[in-house]
């Protein structure tokens, strides 16, 4: 026997769907730390013959996509991902909060984060268009997807090439309707998986990484499609953001939080306008979050 890697292509029960050299293949896990999460790399043991493959080893993550379960506990829902993906439109109001949240979590990550206005037929209130300006001013890629306008979806389907991708946002944004449009067979494959495993079956929380027909990868999972990312300590929030971290050594304190400190320069920047007051307040109402769940 020898040892073999492979890539998780999805965790259900006590089972792992993996890709190795081509070949999928539904193989056990010992119990180990971590535990083994979508797109995980791990070394298999076994033969596939008179000794099954089971996973022995997590191999070292670039990058975790967390979540926060009932319990506010932190939890990994998939690993070496290269970009967060947030989808707003219209309707549902779009929760800029969230958005800042997943802006955060993508900088602490070192991971890229693309903003999606999706259902762009219908038209932005002139505060959310303000909000949308706001990302492109910072950096922050903004692309404009409609289903009916089959070009809108080839710029997002440039974009994700070559990288690990995960959609998210609210409940309703047409996630689902990007990636069936991304991968045209996602539901029908989902479905074997669950139909082949009594565990798959049941779960509500399957994580899935598929080849995306033009290159790259993209993972749907419920358990992120509208997670909340958990929330860094008070002091390292602000560095969430990088329009406040850039003004820190401006302040007259050097632990600044930006609230009530005399000669702060974060506050003086808002008021001037070289801040983005709903950025701020994103910034205080995350801070205020954390103080109320001890982060």
């Not at 399957?206 to 993972?219: K, Q």
Request: with cysteine; hydrophobic share 35%; proline share 6%.
């Amino acid at each position: 026997m020898s040892d073999t890697r492979a890539r998780v292509l999805a965790f259900y029960g006590q089972q792992l769907l993996v890709e190795c050299a081509g070949t999928v293949r539904t193989v056990g896990a010992r119990r180990i730390k971590p535990t083994p999460v979508c797109n995980d790399d791990v070394i298999l043991s076994g033969d596939g013959d008179q000794h099954p493959f089971v996973v022995t080893e997590v191999l070292p993550r670039r990058s975790e996509l967390k979540r926060v379960t009932a319990r506010g506990q932190a939890e990994v829902v998939c690993a070496n991902i290269d970009q967060i993906v947030a989808v707003v439109a219209a309707k549902p109001q779009p929760d800029w909060t969230l958005i800042d949240r997943y802006c955060a979590a993508a900088e602490f990550e070192s991971l890229r984060c693309v903003i999606v206005h999706n259902k762009a037929d219908l038209p932005l209130s002139p505060a959310d268009a303000a909000a949308l300006a706001d990302y492109q001013r910072l950096g922050i890629e903004v692309l404009t997807t409609s289903t009916p306008q089959p070009q809108s979806i080839e710029a997002l389907q440039r974009r994700l090439e070559g990288q690990v991708s995960v959609l998210v946002g609210q409940s309703g944004v047409g996630k689902s309707t990007l990636t069936n449009r991304l991968i045209p067979d996602a539901d029908q494959r989902t479905q074997a998986l669950s139909i082949g495993s009594a565990e798959g079956k049941h779960t509500t929380t399957l994580s899935m990484r598929y080849h995306l027909p033009s290159g790259g990868e993209l993972i749907d999972s419920p358990g992120v499609r509208d997670y909340a990312p958990p929330l860094p300590s008070q002091a390292q929030l602000q560095f969430g953001f990088t329009d406040i971290a850039g003004l820190l050594g401006d302040c007259q304190f050097n632990d600044c939080r930006h609230l009530k400190e005399p000669r702060c320069a974060v506050k003086r920047a808002v008021e001037t306008g070289a801040l983005s007051a709903r950025r701020y307040h994103s910034y205080v109402e995350l801070l205020r979050l954390g103080e109320r769940f001890g982060a």
